[in-house]
Structure formats: C-alpha cells, structure tokens
C-alpha cells in the first residue's frame, strides 16, 4: 500500500467517525442531524465578511490594492513639489500601468547591464589631457588660455597645476596670482545626472589643449582617444541614472485645510531648518555648513516667500534627501524622520508618502534597507555616498 492510498483510506474512515458520532449524538439529544448541520453552516456564513470580501473584489478597489507598494525612494528627475503628478496618476491609471511596465523593463535592464560591469574596470569620471613642460608657467598665462577657449564646452572643465617649488596640485581658478606651474592637466566631466558627453563635446575639447599645448610652448599627452572615452562617458551615464535618488516625505494637513505659516515657521525653527539655498529650508550640518537635506512648501517651485512665513496657509510640505550625496546617507534618513515626525506633531500634519501613502515605523525600515543597498552598491564602484566624487556626479 503506497502512502496516497493509505492517506484515502485514513480520510474516509475519519468521515465515516464523524458521521456515526453524529448519529449517536443526535439520537440522545433529540436534535435531527440535518438540523443541526444547518445550524452549524449557518454560523460560519454568518462570521464570514461577505460584504467586506465583495468590496475588496470590486474592480476599482482591487486595481487600488494591485498598486499599492512598499514606500520607495524616487529618482531626482521625478521629484514633484506640487503635488499634481498623484492626482494625473489616478486619472490615467490605466496608461500609467503600461507605462510602468515599460519603464520597469528599461529599468531592469539597464541595472543587469551596470552589475554586469562591476569589478571590469574603476569608473572614470573625466577626461583628461596632461601638458608637461621644463620651463614653469604662471597661473594668469595658462588660465588666460584656459578661459579664452572653455566657452565652447558645456559640461564641467578644469585646469590643475602642479607648483614649482611644492609639487602640490593646485585648482588654478582658486590658487594665489603669484603661483608657476610645472605641469598641467586640463579635463572634462564625461558624464552626470544630466546625460553623458558627446564626441562633439570632446572635439572641441581636444581642440583646447591643443590650443594651450601651442600657445604656451608645451608637450601634450591625451589619457585616452575619444573613440576608448565615449564608452566610458556611456557606463557613467548608466551609473548616475541608476543611483540618482532622493529619500521623499510629505507632511499632508487634514483634510480641507492647510498650515499655518507661522506655525511652520516656528516647527522648523526649534527643529533646526533654516531658510537657506532656493527658499527652502535646509538642515546644515554644523561642522561643513553643507545641507544634509532640505524642505519645501507644497508648490510648483517649493520656495517659501516672507508672506507665506507671516501670514500665509500652506497647502502642504516636502521633505526630501538627495541620497548619494550626503555621508551616512542610511543615518541622515533617520534624522530626517525625526525632523518630519517632531514638524508634523506641532503643526497637525500626518506623514504620508509621494504617493500620499501613510507612513510607519515599517514603512521608514523599508526605505532605510533601500538606501543601505544604494550606499554599499556606490562604494561597489568606488565612489563613496557624500564625497566630492558624489557631489561632482549628482
């Protein structure tokens, strides 16, 4: 006898138990057994949610709850002060599923191709051209050259020295007047936020130091051809556009009402914001006087004007981080939402997510593991969340 025959056999001698220990008991109480097996059903439909199961079945209420997801940091480029990018989602929910699946396709791909290249080779952030000589050159020489030439480039572009006597490599646009150069490097971002260079872009700066190469009577030597660069400026691209994230929170007033600005005013200022870049608040940190992460009104800029602080009503605020560039990005998340908890306790706001989703204790844990894997995948590259590296890229 095989163990699926023995199961069979098991499960009908229970039912033939029952059904006996029924009869007999149905006899001495006097009750008939299909009266009482009516009885029974009858309770367990009754304890059964039907009403609350058909409306969480309803079409509108189940496509809800398909969408609904774990809270998730949101690409800088999507970031919406307003407000108004939630409500055109609930009007073309449809066309914004299709979109989605597109996007997280694109998405997925290129993420496989950027893991794939973990470990082949450093990521290269500029392109560079090395001018060595044997007599010095003064800083306002090499920079006249340097300026006269730069405006034909877009991206970011840099001219480094290195003293004579010293040998330390210096910014030329922020050394002394009195400084002479040994040699020097001249290069050129290949790549940020914004997209990557074009080998247009690179012709022309070739063109630059061929300019300075001639003009101040020196050698040059190009890290790399343009054809070996224009891939390397492509792999940057994909890196920035993979971890150019923010950490968002929204503090949402109750229904049909809206903050006071002086109320706002006074939170932020015993939390520690202060008015700063843009309008916005920022909290700085204290040691480098760099914002660790900001807070906007709920508008198309977000800046806060003096009326709005007096005497206004604020239809909402924006809480958000620039995840990899600041340090411990995991440890300013936190102090974030201590900030946005102690605001939105003085003022009557409740925190909710971009998607004007409540926010709790698990959802914040779910947006903390996000971000420790985006600071271990940077350091993966070798560029470290909050350093200059970081900063320069995003």
């Known amino acids: 006898m095989n163990l699926q025959l023995a199961l069979i056999l098991l499960g009908i001698a229970t039912f033939v138990g029952i059904l006996l220990y029924s009869l007999w008991q149905s006899r001495y109480t006097g009750r008939p057994l299909l009266e ?22 309803r079409a509108n209420n189940l496509a809800r709850r ?34 989605s699946k597109v996007s997280g396709v694109e998405k997925r791909a290129s993420t496989q191709l950027l893991l794939s290249e973990i470990g082949s080779q450093p990521l290269k952030i500029d392109y560079w051209a090395r001018l060595p000589g044997t007599a010095p050159v003064s800083r306002d020489a090499a920079l006249s050259v340097f300026r006269e030439y730069e405006i034909d ?32 490097i001249v290069s ?44 390397q400026a492509v792999r940057l691209e994909r890196f920035c556009q993979e971890f150019d994230l923010l950490a968002v929170i929204h503090i949402e007033p109750p229904p049909g009402s809206g903050f006071s600005g002086p109320d ?30 900001s807070l906007a009104k709920r508008s198309e800029a977000g800046s806060f004007s003096y009326d709005d602080l007096e005497s206004g009503m604020l239809r909402g605020l924006v809480l958000f ?32 997510d971009p998607q004007r989703g409540a926010l709790s204790d698990v959802q914040f844990d779910g947006i903390v593991r996000q971000i420790r894997l985006l600071e271990s995948s940077m350091k993966r590259y070798g560029i470290e969340p909050g350093s200059e590296e970081a900063v320069r890229l995003f």
Request: proline letters at 4%; hydrophobic letters at 40%.
């Open 188 to 231: 050129l971002q290949m790549a940020d936020r914004d997209g990557s260079v074009s080998e247009s872009e690179l012709t022309r700066f070739n063109n630059l130091a061929y300019y300075m190469s001639e003009s101040l009577n020196r050698s040059l030597q190009f890290d790399m051809s343009i054809e070996e660069a224009l891939p």
């Open 264 to 293: 706002v005013a006074r939170a932020l200022d015993r939390s520690g914001m202060r008015l700063g870049k843009d309008d916005m608040f920022h909290l700085y940190d204290p040691r480098t006087g760099i914002s660790r992460f």
């Open 321 to 352: 981080l620039n995840v990899p560039t600041v340090q411990r990005p995991s440890q300013t998340f936190s102090d974030l939402v201590s900030v946005a908890t102690y605001v939105s306790s003085q003022i009557g706001g409740s925190l909710v």
């Open 36 to 57: 009482r097996l009516l009885g029974w059903s009858q309770d367990v439909m009754e304890r059964i949610p039907v009403r609350s199961l058909i409306s969480r079945l």
């Open 153 to 184: 480039l877009e991206r970011p572009r840099t001219i480094h020295g290195r003293t004579q006597p010293g040998n330390a490599w210096l910014d030329l646009a922020t050394a002394s007047a009195d400084e002479v150069f040994s040699d020097l």
């Open 66 to 99: 398909v969408r609904q997801k774990e809270p998730s940091l949101v690409a800088s480029a999507q970031l919406d002060l307003s407000g108004q990018a939630h409500d055109e989602r609930l009007s073309a929910e449809s066309a914004d599923f299709s979109d």
